[in-house]
């Protein structure tokens, strides 16, 4: 009662169409997966969901992470996508969209500061609109304006392509004092600077009548905020080798154009922290109006409520402190000056109009470190340092004291600065100048520093004969560019005792000796020999614009991303190799030696990065189970309507 029975015929007919729903779903299943399996719908689809992945894996850790495992897999042809168009310029640790918001407080916003792994972008650094393959070096650096047969004293200057960093800003502001110009397609660097807008040529002969410049005894030189490295670029015909730094500041781009010029140059600031260079590496250390308050005094601010860099004291008011002068940044660099070495500054506060107290306070400080004042010329002044430990006097009024010894002198990455004299005798060897060889003599003499490892003087001379091999075997079996104008700027990742980039020196081009901050630290020895080189962690982004590198080479390259202890992986290798391709430039070459297991990983994510990658086996001389791969870095861009 109330139920409709239906004839068992109708019941089986309704059977029977849900089974067919059933098999026909079934079907369509199966050929949709062969659609997908089989045409080239599959790789659309495919390509739309990584497309997906890679939109949101800046954004998402987790998305970031499942990228970074498909690329190392290399399984899925996944891609790493290109940046947009206002990343061109990027550094990760240098952004100014975060660094602004940071303390202005010994420019501390001026330091590195470098975003998490999840927080930064997961792409590739594209190049400018218009951007071509560097003017080749010596270029780049000079040349003839005046080409005339005949002509004795032709007018030099350099050249590379505007429209690889199209910034006018320098040039509009600094074009009457010699820095820089465009002209055509061109900027054009006649050789100035705002202390000597006649040309560096000129004031560098001016220091040659009271500094051996010539004739080896000076090798090592640091610039400091060293606007776009002309007075670095004309030393090199004194085989002085310059190490220019300045931050990213609001000229914006001088250290892309000294680098772009393949003159060597790093973004830093001098702030809170160490340069991250070793104690007593530099012969010379250079300042043209860099700025630098060396002394850091400055009145009390009211309105800000701190001192730049100054120290703090109580006045007579407690309500009411005022600024000190403190001595700190002089200590910084005289902590990089070698014993011997010398100290020139040109501009303020050199005899510079209202700037009388900051000018009495820096020849206090040198007096106190027993620098001999050897000339003050107009707003130019030149000290040397003393051979042994600086005379610290008990009583001065900067309260200067030697630092303890348990104080490591060249422990730079990441310490912060201490209002403390450097001691020579912390450091073990002979490091002053006539107590070292002259170059080139000294690129070939073990550095008696080289006692930092077991058997030093044994291992530097084995690893110098062991890189002679392989730079020999590099040339001759690898089809590199090492030796022709289309290499200049090298980098050595790994760089140990510098032998890689001493096998190079009769090259025409320079190294970037890197030695990693968790390895030992060897970079004293490199600034011995006669090389440069900064300290670095590769967990982290490097300190330069990208595009910057016509050559990279690594050796170990997975020892880079490795705890020394644990041996725990501390970083992503994915990463790593994008940081790589940022500061590499377009049809540049990356080197990289490892184990077998190793290169092939590298191989699996070279294309996901664009590069072109071959695996090659080590030297006949070689021990040990290494290979190498040679890899080129294609030239690309994004689309137009991107720009």
């Known amino acids: 009662?109330?139920?409709?029975?239906?004839?068992?015929?109708?019941?089986?007919?309704?059977?029977?169409?849900?089974?067919?729903?059933?098999?026909?779903?079934?079907?369509?299943?199966?050929?949709?997966?062969?659609?997908?399996?089989?045409?080239?719908?599959?790789?659309?689809?495919?390509?739309?969901g990584r497309q997906t992945l890679l939109r949101s894996a800046s954004g998402d850790p987790r998305q970031r992470s499942r990228l970074i495992a498909q690329v190392e897999s290399g399984r899925h042809n996944t891609a790493i996508d290109a940046c947009s168009a206002d990343y061109v310029d990027y550094m990760p640790c240098e952004d100014p969209r975060i660094n602004s918001q940071l303390s202005r407080e010994m420019n501390f916003y001026r330091e590195?500061?470098?975003?998490?792994?999840?927080?930064?972008?997961?792409c590739l650094i594209p190049p400018t609109q218009g951007y071509r393959v560097p003017v080749q070096w010596p270029e780049s650096l000079h040349k003839f304006d005046v080409p005339v047969q005949g002509h004795t004293n032709p007018s030099l200057s350099s050249q590379i392509w505007h429209e690889n960093m199209p910034y006018n800003k320098i040039a509009d502001r600094k074009g009457h004092q010699g820095w820089m110009k465009k002209e055509g397609p061109y900027f054009i660097f006649p050789g100035g600077g705002t202390m000597f807008p006649d040309g560096a040529e000129q004031y560098i002969e001016k220091l040659k009548q009271y500094i051996p410049i010539a004739g080896g005894v000076l090798r090592t030189a640091l610039d400091m905020g060293c606007g776009v490295a002309s007075f670095g670029g004309y030393l090199l015909s004194e085989e002085i080798l310059t190490l220019s730094f300045a931050p990213r500041d609001s000229h914006k781009s001088q250290i892309q154009f000294a680098l772009e010029r393949g003159i060597p140059a790093f973004v830093a600031m001098l702030g809170t922290r160490r340069l991250p260079f070793p104690a007593f590496s530099f012969d010379l250390v250079h300042c043209s109006r860099c700025l630098i308050p060396f002394t850091a005094y400055s009145e009390f601010s009211e309105f800000h409520g701190h001192c730049q860099g100054a120290l703090y004291i109580l006045s007579e008011n407690p309500d009411r402190r005022v600024c000190h002068a403190d001595a700190t940044y002089f200590i910084e660099v005289d902590r990089l000056l070698r014993p011997g070495g010398h100290l020139v500054i040109s501009?303020?506060?050199?005899?510079?109009?209202?700037?009388?107290?900051?000018?009495a306070d820096l020849q206090t400080v040198a007096r106190s470190l027993c620098y001999e004042l050897i000339v003050v010329d107009g707003n130019t002044a030149i000290w040397k340092k003393p051979q042994g430990d600086s005379c610290v006097p008990i009583q001065n009024e900067f309260g200067l004291e030697l630092c303890d010894e348990s104080v490591d002198p060249s422990a730079a990455w990441y310490f912060k600065l201490k209002k403390c004299v450097t001691r020579t005798s912390s450091s073990k060897g002979e490091f002053a100048i006539g107590k070292i060889p002259k170059w080139?003599?000294?690129?070939?003499?073990?550095p008696s520093r080289a006692i930092v490892t077991k058997n030093g003087v044994d291992v530097f001379e084995a690893d110098s004969r062991r890189w002679a091999r392989r730079v020999a075997y590099y040339k001759s079996s690898l089809n590199l560019k090492l030796g022709?104008?289309?290499?200049?700027?090298?980098?050595?990742?790994?760089?140990?005792?510098?032998?890689?980039?001493?096998?190079?020196?009769?090259?025409?081009?320079?190294?970037?000796?890197?030695?990693?901050?968790?390895?030992?630290?060897?970079?004293?020895?490199?600034?011995?020999?006669g090389l440069i080189g900064v300290y670095h962690d590769w967990c982290e982004p490097f300190s330069t614009y990208p595009r910057?590198?016509?050559?990279?080479?690594?050796?170990?390259?997975?020892?880079?991303?490795?705890?020394p202890v644990s041996g725990k992986i501390r970083c992503s290798l994915v990463d790593l190799m994008v940081e790589i391709d940022r500061i590499l430039r377009p049809e540049g070459t990356v080197i990289?030696?490892?184990?077998?297991?190793?290169?092939?990983?590298?191989?699996?994510?070279?294309?996901a990065v664009r590069w072109t990658a071959s695996i090659h086996e080590k030297e006949p001389e070689?021990?040990?189970?290494?290979?190498?791969?040679?890899?080129?870095?294609?030239?690309?861009?994004?689309?137009?309507?991107?720009?």
């Open 347 to 359: 501009g303020p506060p050199v005899q510079w109009p209202k700037q009388d107290k900051e000018w």
């Open 1 to 48: 009662m109330g139920h409709l029975n239906l004839p068992s015929s109708k019941r089986n007919v309704r059977q029977w169409r849900l089974l067919d729903l059933v098999s026909a779903a079934f079907f369509a299943a199966v050929l949709i997966f062969f659609l997908l399996l089989c045409t080239p719908l599959g790789d659309s689809l495919a390509a739309s």
């Open 592 to 607: 990289i030696r490892d184990s077998p297991e190793v290169i092939d990983k590298v191989e699996r994510i070279a294309p």
């Open 484 to 529: 022709t104008s289309s290499v200049r700027n090298v980098m050595d990742m790994n760089a140990f005792f510098g032998g890689f980039a001493a096998a190079l020196s009769s090259d025409p081009i320079w190294v970037m000796n890197v030695v990693p901050a968790q390895k030992p630290l060897t970079l004293d020895v490199i600034y011995d020999r």
């Open 548 to 563: 910057t590198y016509d050559l990279i080479h690594v050796g170990a390259i997975e020892s880079l991303i490795k705890d």
């Open 440 to 446: 080139p003599a000294r690129l070939t003499n073990a």
């Open 112 to 122: 590195r500061h470098c975003p998490l792994p999840k927080d930064t972008p997961l």
């Open 622 to 643: 070689s021990h040990g189970r290494e290979k190498i791969l040679v890899a080129t870095k294609n030239f690309w861009k994004l689309p137009s309507a991107s720009y």
